[in-house]
């Protein structure tokens, strides 16, 4: 070995995986949550609804069949009124517009950017279609199998996120633990309401992008990448921030994670960091460039450039963490086991992933709370938080891995509970029962059916 090289960090030990195929999470997860999409369809009648959701898809809407970014023509072709017609005349009066009439929109571009070649493809499905007869009478883009080719693909998206997340964990805790931890993080939190219910949300896109950076983190730490892994690490980072900027915040503990590649020669890695930071450095640029097309001039957010921003010193954790409809804790009490877990295992126990993941939790529910809209407008449950559910499966993981006659009943029961009360939170809140002044009394009667 030349001098002044180091060897290559040692892989971590892994666990055995057993019979299950490599991809199993990522198969199970995408034909559960497709059977869910299925019911969501049956129930509304359409996957495609909501505020946020359609400026989402209209922006793709305009990059696929315009070649723009004017949203206007494209959520006014909507068949999916609903949201922005307030007098029920058709004139479209909710939209915020500019002085030219063109629709504003705050919103970031990366969700859209992943939306339109999916929305091209469903589109050239329905030619397909329509040249065996089989004809939509809805505008160009809004057809169920447009619809539908979107929200799946979507959900594959979310489904390799879900693999990631197995890959992460199964290092440290047996099956069929892992199993039961990767549920709790996707039925246990929001996170299955904005993957498989509604799907056109950024929530699901932005929890598989944060996952993500860090397994490219691991596996730069552990050897099995080599250190121009930080420039994929930084387009990651990059991705992430064009789809849910508030979560580049995971770079911060993504250092617990990289340790091992930072103490070797700083050559050796130093100038690749440069190019994965300079790659975020675009991303940013670009994201401001496009802000000053869809109307919120140039701006790093063009939610903070139409009025919105953090009050950093006086956080609403009460309303993240314990309001009856979108505290955390109470929506999602499988955050608690996992807290347990994360509690009860010693810092020099912690994998440097899990550790990752936990802070990352943390540090999304004070910037949530900070937020001038901590209620985080109609939602079920915590949803800006769901991204950060990855820490969920890590603190589950670390609980269920202790084996003990009484510990391990007592694990299995709280997990079945939790995932009870949150899912039937979840059927109040799309039957419309979850009102956003329900009191706890009330919210428990509906839970229990009294």
Known sequence: MSPGRSAPA????????????????????????????????????????????????ACAHSIVFDRDLDLTNDLEATPFTAPFVRDGDGSFEALRRDANGRVVSPYPIGLSLIEAPLLALGHAVRD???????????????????????????????????????????????????????LSAWWGTSLLYYSAVFPFMAHAVGFTLGVGTVHVGQSLADGRRSPRGLWLLGLALAALYLVRPQQVTIAVPLLLVLWPLVRQPAPRWVGWAVAGIGTVGLAVALQAWIHSQLGSGWAISGYTAQGGGFDWLRPALWTVLLSPTRGLLWCSPIVVVALIGFAMTRPRDLPPAFAALALQGVIQI??????????????????????????????????????????????????????????RLLVLYVSGQLRPDISYAECLRLVLGA
């Not at 949530?368 to 985080?376: E, K, N, Y």
């Open 10 to 57: 040692p892989r971590a030990p892994r666990l055995r995986s057993g019979r299950w195929p490599r991809w199993w999470c990522a198969a199970a997860v995408f034909l559960c949550g497709a059977a869910v999409l299925a019911r969501t369809q049956r129930y509304y009648g359409s996957l495609l609804r909501g505020w946020d959701a359609q400026h989402y898809y």
């Open 128 to 182: 397909g279609l329509a040249a065996v007869g089989i004809v939509s009478g809805r505008p160009p883009g809004y057809a169920d199998v447009e619809i539908w080719t979107v929200a799946l693909g979507l959900l594959a998206v979310f489904a390799v996120g879900a693999q990631w997340l197995d890959d992460i964990v199964r290092q440290h805790v047996p099956p069929p633990w892992r199993a039961a931890a990767l």
């Open 366 to 423: 004070y910037v949530i709370a900070c937020w001038s809209v901590p209620t985080q407008g109609d939602a079920f449950g915590a949803r800006m938080w769901s991204e950060a559910a990855g820490a969920v499966a890590c603190g589950v993981g670390l609980l269920a891995r202790r084996r003990s006659p009484i510990v391990t009943p007592l694990v299995a029961a709280a997990i079945g509970a939790c995932l009870l009360w949150t899912n």
